[in-house]
């Protein structure tokens, strides 16, 4: 059985965000992964174990090697999540925009 962990704890280490990126243009043994990274190799496989284990990536054995893979659709659980601040935030930057304006328009009249 899997654990599960969070993903949002997942994602919070940059090593972790970072073999996500590496991912998203092809999957990669855990030793390519390695070869992009300082740190030693189990290290990375740590890292690559609980994104596993979250559910972002997923593993295909081919002959003698493990294949990781980027699970977009997890991925697009994290977006929906941001999407409702992604509004909050747009909205207020529209306010302030108005507001900034406001206040050029009435230095303007001066």
């Given amino acids: 059985m899997k654990l599960r962990r969070d993903i949002f704890q997942a994602i919070s ?3 972790r965000r970072a073999i996500l990126v ?3 243009s092809q999957a990669m043994t855990a030793g390519a992964i390695a ?3 300082e740190a030693a190799r189990p290290t990375i496989s740590k890292h690559i174990q609980i994104l ?3 559910d972002l990536v997923t593993s295909t054995q081919q002959g ?3 294949y990781y893979e980027l699970k ?3 991925m697009k659980e994290i977006d929906q999540w941001l999407a409702q601040f992604r509004a909050i935030w747009e909205n207020r930057f529209n306010q302030l925009d108005h ?3 406001t206040l050029k328009n009435k230095k303007n009249e001066k």
């Fill in 99 to 101: 507001v900034l304006e």
């Fill in 72 to 74: 977009i659709e997890k």
């Fill in 22 to 24: 590496l991912l998203t």
């Fill in 13 to 15: 280490d940059p090593t």
């Fill in 52 to 54: 596993n284990e979250c």
């Fill in 64 to 66: 003698r090697e493990i």
């Fill in 35 to 37: 070869d992009n990274f």
